[in-house]
């Protein structure tokens, strides 16, 4: 099993990177936080059209949401 890499080391070592390196792994980065919230977002709608579809939930105005969340 490979070590676990703290944050700390992992810093160190982008700064050993070129600038060139650093901006590339940025991008890469950027990209794949994008597809992570985008997978999330899915998961999520998901699970309220099955919660939805089972009678869970019911549809409502925004006035009743505000009342919901807003004592």
Do not use: H, N, W, Y
């Amino acid at each position: 099993m490979p070590k676990a890499l703290f944050f700390g080391e992992v810093v160190e070592g982008i700064e050993a990177l070129s600038l060139e390196d650093q901006e590339i792994l940025r991008d890469i980065l950027r990209r794949r936080i994008v597809e992570r919230r985008r997978e999330e977002l899915v998961q999520d709608v998901q699970q309220v059209q099955q919660e939805f579809q089972a009678g869970q939930c019911r549809p409502a105005t925004p006035e009743e949401l505000m009342k919901e969340i807003v004592p």
